[in-house]
């Protein structure tokens, strides 16, 4: 069955550390993975997808399919990080995602 | 640009009251849509999916059924409510090509 996992559901970092946000996934196929990102008060938004291999607001995601794993990583944490991530899975052709349980990250000064 | 609309953004109901949920979509033909319910700690569970008008797949039986009546416009509704259904109900919508989704602003239902 289709699973993504995060183990994590609170991450505190000062400012300016790195921070490293875990997802694991489990899938039959090639996975196709996204990070969402919601900041207080605003609604839920997408942040990375791997298929671009970007970097957004100074995170990146590699997928590894050896470890099974899609962490986000960002090298220096700012207050303005503070938030709830999802990791999300496409689980089938039409696009339906199936989202981690979520890490909220809270940066302090 | 597309955009995607929810409402009401609040609502109180009592149980065994209807429940009807709208969310709309512009700048965007035939979306894929979607329904979910975000709870603290266990992430978003999808509800419904709909790749076109009057097509609706449920995710998960329960007390809640969704309507697709026009290509944009994707309804969440309940005939009784039960407190169990009290959450943050999101709709989503994404292109027929790229899979990653777009959410709107969300629903708070309290059922009392």
């Known amino acids: 069955a289709q699973r993504v996992t995060q183990p994590e559901k609170l991450l505190s970092v000062f400012k300016g550390a790195p921070v490293e946000l875990k997802c694991n996934y489990s899938?039959?196929?090639?996975?196709?993975l996204f990070w969402y990102v919601q900041y207080s008060r605003q609604r839920l938004q997408l942040l990375l997808r791997?298929?671009s291999r970007e970097s957004i607001k100074g995170f990146t995601a590699d997928l590894n399919k050896g470890e099974t794993s899609f962490h986000l990583k960002k090298p220096f944490a700012q207050e303005e990080d503070s938030a709830m991530y999802y990791c999300?899975?496409?689980?089938?052709?039409?696009?339906?995602?199936?989202f981690g349980a979520g890490t909220q990250v809270v940066v302090t000064p | 640009s597309q955009t995607i609309h929810q409402w009401p953004a609040t609502l109180v109901q009592p149980v065994g009251s209807p429940l009807s949920l709208e969310c709309t979509v512009e700048g965007t033909s035939n979306p894929n849509l979607y329904w979910y319910r975000q709870a603290a700690g266990r992430g978003l569970q999808l509800l419904f999916y709909s790749v076109g008008i009057g097509q609706i797949s449920s995710e998960v039986p329960q007390n809640l059924s969704a309507s697709r009546p026009q290509d944009r416009q994707f309804i969440l509704s309940s005939k009784k409510l039960l407190l169990s259904d009290s959450g943050f109900y999101l709709c989503?919508?994404?292109?027929?090509?790229?899979?990653?989704?777009?959410f709107g602003p969300g629903t708070r239902l309290t059922v009392t």
């Open positions: 791997h298929i």
């Open positions: 999300a899975l496409v689980t089938d052709s039409w696009g339906k995602l199936q």
């Open positions: 989503a919508w994404s292109g027929l090509v790229r899979h990653e989704q777009y």
């Open positions: 899938y039959s196929g090639s996975p196709e």
